[in-house]
């Protein structure tokens, strides 16, 4: 039986590209609610994450 913790060391990229579509998604909400130079920032991580996925 594979422990639960191990299982997402060993799978976290996959996450992370679900993680990114989903950010991606909040794009719109995201950039009514927060100043430019957090928005800027936060519209960064979908894309390191979308780039593991794919490694």
Do not use: C, K, S
């Amino acid at each position: 039986m594979v422990n639960w913790r191990q299982r997402i060391l060993d799978n976290w990229p996959q996450g992370a590209g679900l993680a990114g579509l989903a950010i991606i998604a909040m794009v719109p909400i995201a950039r009514d609610y927060y100043p430019p130079w957090l928005f800027a920032t936060l519209i960064q991580l979908p894309l390191y994450m979308l780039h593991q996925y794919e490694e």
